[in-house]
């Protein structure tokens, strides 16, 4: 008998990989995001220097 | 060490954001790995055979969906109280983390009751009040994503949360209001928990790690929101700074 033959496992194993799957979403969401104001800010910021050293 | 009023400065925020997240996050990651090995080492229930090890996830996620709701009421008052920049951030964030852990919740309880009730959903208080709080949160997203200024979405939003809030002690208490399907608190009683050690163990350390795991969340969401401020801020001085499309005022409404 192995795992799979358990009773209700496909329940088990439905619940932790819904789970996993939300919680993955979750976490890559915050870093994707993290990156995307780095990004957006490190433009806007670069934009600044650059008008500074025009106005000089 | 700074005091807990110097953390409310959204600049030393995140700098002890940026050097508390990967001990968080590492923190997280040894908790769920000695969690979930004891989830599947421990004995399996007489009545609920394997299905007992949804109880592992489901109730975490159950009690984070409440704590959760409970940061963003506390945080609406310091947003509407005393208006600070950072409760409002705290109680925004935490929205979209406390809906994903309701939504597991109601999922992981489904993919429980269908084996042990022999039904998918039943309209039992308690998964209606958590039906309802899902819905709540929901109803907050929108507000933040409908509304275009964050001054303004913020106030209802802390509004909408006070409001929501009085559905939390429905949530817990619904299994003694009503006769429910749904079984009672079998952790903290006041005789104790009603649940042998080899399984409250693993619950417990599940419990530790999906709470570590919103606090990293939460605050690496709050640091992405504070730059995300700071974005709109300089995008705004930066359309301001643009000089205006040439021709005088009023010139472009002849055909």
């Known amino acids: ?56 | 060490m700074p005091s807990p009023t110097s953390l409310a400065n959204p600049m030393r925020f995140m700098a002890l954001a940026t050097r508390a997240l990967p001990w968080f996050a590492a923190l997280t990651a040894i908790c769920f790995a000695i969690g979930l090995w004891l989830a599947f080492t421990s004995p399996e229930d007489y009545q609920q055979h394997q299905t007992v090890r949804i109880m592992y996830i489901h109730v975490p996620a159950a009690w984070l969906s409440l704590m959760i709701y409970t940061v963003m009421a506390a945080s609406a008052v310091g947003a509407l109280v005393w208006r600070h920049p950072l409760a409002e951030v705290a109680m925004k964030v935490a929205a979209p983390i406390g809906c994903t852990f309701t939504f597991l919740c109601l999922v992981t309880g489904s993919l429980w009751g269908k084996p042990m009730w022999g039904a998918w959903w039943v309209w039992d208080a308690r998964l209606t009040s958590v039906l309802v709080l899902f819905l709540i949160y929901l109803g907050i997203l929108a507000i933040w994503n409908a509304i275009e200024d964050p001054a303004h979405a913020g106030r209802l939003a802390a509004i909408a949360t006070l409001v929501g809030f009085v559905n939390i002690p429905i949530v817990k208490y619904s299994v003694e209001w009503w006769n429910s399907l749904h079984q009672g608190d079998s952790v903290f009683t006041l005789e104790g928990p009603k649940m042998a050690m080899s399984m409250l163990a693993p619950l417990m350390v599940m419990a530790l790690a999906f709470t570590l795991l919103f606090l990293t969340l939460h605050l690496a969401a709050m640091r992405n929101e504070i730059l995300r401020r700071r974005v709109r801020r300089l995008a705004i001085l930066a359309a301001a700074a643009q000089p205006l499309a040439s021709g005088p005022i009023g010139s472009g409404a002849r055909a």
């Open chain 1, 1 to 56: 008998m192995t795992v799979l033959d358990l009773p209700h496992i496909g329940f088990v194993i439905a619940a932790y990989a819904i789970c996993a799957l939300v919680v993955a979403g979750l976490i890559a969401a915050t870093v994707l995001d993290y990156r995307a104001q780095r990004r957006a800010l490190a433009a806007y910021e670069g934009r600044q220097l650059a008008k500074r050293g025009e106005d000089e």
